[in-house]
């Protein structure tokens, strides 16, 4: 059931995240990964909406439905490339935040395949998708209407 509806929001305020969007977006990441990444935290948050969304977007950006749907059971797949599962650990771990995820190890396996810029950038998605997640959640957004649009980052 939808709480607060796009036009009942602050002026501003969907302006405020999309320029953070956009921002990670045109970051040079590939978005094929970025897909992949929010589809994961989207599953690991249970925004059904979210997810909707980031299938149809990784489907139309050329990745599987296998990959998509098994996303939630990275580690035991094996159609997943190292620098994908590194990319999947990290953005579990900025996620699932509490003790047993020891900040000091955090960038071990993704200063393997990413520069610091893209380990920052990486970082802003995670947070990114984390922020809209919990915005659907908490407004109610609605689930399956969602349309890819005619242009999308590639």
């Given at each position: 059931?939808?709480?607060i509806?796009?036009?009942?929001?602050p002026?501003?305020?969907?302006?405020v995240?999309m320029?953070?969007?956009?921002?990670v977006?045109?970051a040079?990441?590939?978005?094929?990964l970025?897909?992949?990444?929010?589809?994961?935290?989207?599953?690991?948050?249970?925004?059904?909406?979210?997810i909707?969304?980031?299938?149809?977007?990784?489907?139309?950006?050329?990745?599987?439905?296998?990959?998509?749907?098994?996303?939630?059971?990275?580690?035991?797949?094996?159609y997943?490339?190292?620098?994908e599962?590194?990319?999947?650990?990290?953005?579990?771990?900025?996620?699932?935040?509490?003790s047993?995820?020891?900040?000091?190890?955090?960038?071990?396996?993704?200063?393997?395949?990413?520069?610091k810029?893209?380990?920052?950038?990486?970082?802003l998605?995670?947070?990114?998708?984390?922020?809209?997640?919990?915005?659907?959640?908490?407004?109610?957004?609605?689930?399956?209407?969602?349309?890819?649009p005619?242009k999308?980052?590639?």
């Amino acid at each position: 059931m939808e709480r607060i509806s796009y036009q009942e929001l602050p002026k501003g305020f969907y302006n405020v995240l999309m320029k953070a969007q956009e921002y990670v977006d045109n970051a040079g990441l590939d978005h094929s990964l970025l897909e992949l990444i929010r589809m994961r935290v989207s599953l690991i948050n249970g925004c059904a909406y979210c997810i909707d969304m980031h299938y149809k977007l990784g489907l139309h950006l050329g990745d599987t439905a296998q990959r998509l749907t098994s996303v939630s059971v990275w580690r035991e797949a094996p159609y997943y490339s190292e620098k994908e599962k590194a990319a999947l650990e990290f953005a579990e771990r900025l996620t699932k935040v509490d003790s047993d995820h020891h900040p000091e190890t955090l960038h071990d396996a993704i200063n393997k395949y990413f520069s610091k810029e893209e380990i920052a950038y990486l970082t802003l998605a995670i947070i990114q998708i984390n922020a809209w997640n919990r915005l659907v959640r908490s407004f109610g957004t609605v689930a399956g209407n969602f349309k890819v649009p005619e242009k999308v980052n590639a």
